[in-house]
């Protein structure tokens, strides 16, 4: 048998080892006992969820949250480690020998007033990190992702005699800033606790039906970069311009020729977004001011396409200056921000593996392949270490199924995430994922 030949008979025989195995994992009865748990769990998991959607956490200030689930994995039997990367939590379980499976969930809700007008909808005002009180608000669903971890963590081990191996679940702060998970990765996630085979998360979205799992290979969310610009000029009066060097008009100049870099630089197909998000300069009416500053977020799926995106507007800057007859010292100064995140890619062989496993526990009805989106997600650095961890996220939806309707009647979009008047649909939403999550989890580490 030649070299290559033996590889294909390797992967065929590996590929029916762990079809045969995840046969074993998604039985009939353990299905049933799954459902049956949740089923009990749900009351306590929906007054959970409601519980921490009323008591919203900024980024890195998410203690109350952060205690709570530590309790939660330590009641469970869970070695727990509290304030990994500021007010992350880590729990282990080890259920005798196979492979590491990391779960997470995030914690961090958004400063956003909400008025979605459900009864349990927050009304605090909080401290975020530069000791601001803010309104907040779970407006991307974290509180739904912490009561899914919850779920997981107690169906799992009532179902412990069907998997072997070490579940890693973690709470993690910061997402909505992308801070988290660098800040966990680099107080020791990957060296102080086991090192996962595989790392695993879900995000409840506004775009599905409530309940149902949607899945992608490959790029799933973009390579986000957050990008600021001080554009500097020369102040003077406002009836002298000749005088001036005007940083109005050179940010005006700027924000056009941005608009050309993915029309007329990035090749066709490509996806690239260029997006000024915000622009403040000048004091006043018969003022020219010294400077304006730019705010801009920049996506993409491609790492080289991100770096041309960078490139390009460095050099349009420097351009746009160097036209109006700025000295060097007085160029834009362009800096990319530490709110930036890789491209979210999902490992493929891991996702076709658990695509399978969700239609078998939830159905063909319960499960769709989705096209990737443009937003971000910070669990994407995860998978970005130098143990190349394979990674996968899924959506599960939140949304009622007559309410989308209506949207695709209508035109009118229903609530998307971040949005004030988010709220999803907590059944089957939970229980969505929870039952996602653990069929994952007893999939990878089913028993031999």
């Keep these: 048998m030649n070299s290559l030949s033996g590889r294909r008979f390797a992967r065929a025989a590996a ?15 353990l299905r049933a006992s799954v459902a049956a748990k949740v089923a009990a769990e749900y009351p306590a998991l929906e007054a959970i969820y409601r519980n921490l959607h009323a008591h ?6 998410e203690e109350k949250t952060a205690a709570f689930v530590a309790g939660e994995l330590r009641a469970l039997g869970f070695q727990v480690t509290e304030k990994v990367g500021n007010t992350g939590v880590v729990g282990v379980l080890t259920n005798g020998p196979g492979p590491t499976v990391l779960v997470r969930a995030d914690m961090d809700g958004l400063p956003v007033k909400e008025t979605s007008g459900v009864p349990y909808a927050s009304t605090d005002r909080v401290r975020d990190l530069a000791d601001r009180e803010q309104p907040a608000m779970h407006a991307c669903a974290h509180d739904a992702h912490i009561t899914g971890l919850i779920g ?30 660098r800040a966990m990765l680099a107080d020791g996630l990957y060296t102080r606790f086991p090192l996962p085979d595989h ?32 554009v500097r000029g020369v102040g003077g009066h406002g009836s002298a311009p000749h005088t001036t060097k005007d940083p109005i008009l050179l940010a005006s100049q700027i924000v056009v020729a941005l608009q050309t870099i993915v029309s007329r630089e990035v090749r066709p197909g490509a996806t690239a977004v260029v997006t000024v998000g915000t622009i403040h300069g000048g004091t006043k009416r018969n003022i ?16 080289a396409v991100m770096e041309q995106l960078i490139a390009a507007v460095r050099r349009i800057c420097a351009g746009a200056a160097q036209q109006a007859g700025l000295p060097v010292d007085r160029y834009p100064v362009v800096t990319l921000t530490p709110e930036s995140t890789p491209a979210t890619v999902n490992d493929p062989a ?25 937003g971000g997600e910070d669990f994407s650095i995860f998978g970005r270490t130098p143990q190349h961890v394979p990674i996968c996220l899924w959506w599960v939806g939140a949304t009622a199924p007559q309410r989308l309707a209506e949207a695709a009647r209508t035109g009118i979009p229903v609530p998307s995430n971040h949005s004030a008047t988010f709220a999803p649909v907590p059944e089957p939403t939970l229980k969505a994922c929870v039952t996602s999550m653990t069929a994952a989890v007893l999939d990878l580490l089913a028993k031999k």
């Design 152 to 181: 997981t963590a107690r169906t799992l081990v009532a179902v412990r005699d069907h998997w072997s191996g070490t579940l890693v679940l973690i709470a993690q702060p910061a997402e909505e800033i992308v801070a988290g998970a």
């Design 199 to 230: 790392a695993l998360a879900l995000h409840v979205t506004s775009m599905l039906p409530a309940g149902v799992v949607g899945y992608g290979e490959g790029p799933f969310l973009a390579h986000v970069s957050s990008v600021d610009i001080t």
């Design 56 to 61: 919203p956490e900024l980024s890195f200030k």
């Design 288 to 303: 020219i001011s010294d400077e304006v500053k730019l705010e801009l977020t920049l996506r993409a799926y491609e790492d």
């Design 350 to 374: 891991l996702t076709r593996r658990l695509s399978q496993t969700f239609t078998t526990w939830l159905g063909t009805n319960g499960v769709q392949a989705q096209a990737p989106i443009t």
């Design 15 to 29: 590929l029916a080892i762990s079809l045969a195995t995840a046969l074993r994992a998604a039985s009939p009865d």
